[in-house]
């Protein structure tokens, strides 16, 4: 199958099975998405899909068979910065202090930026919705609330809204 990750488009074999997650993390070595619960309830797999439309879309990939994805653009934690440069929400994420332990941390910041590319500045209500299929066991949510809320003001702020 052909499979476009982190803007890298790779040819691979995969069993009719396989999830993507476990092509993510046994093919292509990147472990930012973590196997956690695997059935789709706490978050910690989530990557993104890109759509035709340019908008990103968290997944949950211990859910997604590889096989399904052939073709599309999916971004890992490992392709969000670009070199160097953190992506905002990330900066955001550690200036607000939203990771303790880190392990929902790459889940949280994928789906934190796919609600912004969706909504550039969200309600708290919003950023809750958005939030709520990844959980966080040491409890950051207000910090994460606030670190969105933060990414937020900095891309309007870059992009001249």
Request: aromatic share 2%; proline share 5%.
């Amino acid at each position: 199958m052909r499979l476009t990750v982190n803007g890298r488009t790779r040819q691979l074999d995969v069993a009719p099975d396989a999830t993507l997650l476990s092509v993510l993390r046994d093919q292509l070595h990147l472990t930012g998405a973590k196997p956690a619960c695997e059935r789709g309830e706490c978050g910690a797999c989530t990557v993104l899909v890109t759509s035709a439309d340019g908008v990103p879309d968290p997944i949950y990939s211990c859910l997604a068979l590889a096989l399904a994805h052939e073709g599309d653009s999916i971004t890992t934690i490992e392709g969000l910065s670009a070199g160097s440069s953190m992506h905002p929400v990330q900066t955001a994420f550690i200036e607000q202090d939203a990771v303790q332990c880190g392990f929902c941390t790459p889940g949280q910041v994928l789906a934190a930026v796919a609600l912004l590319a969706r909504d550039s500045a969200p309600s708290d209500d919003a950023i809750v919705r958005a939030m709520s299929g990844n959980l966080c066991r040491c409890g950051t949510y207000p910090k994460i609330v606030r670190a969105i809320h933060s990414a937020a003001a900095t891309m309007r702020g870059s992009s001249g809204d």
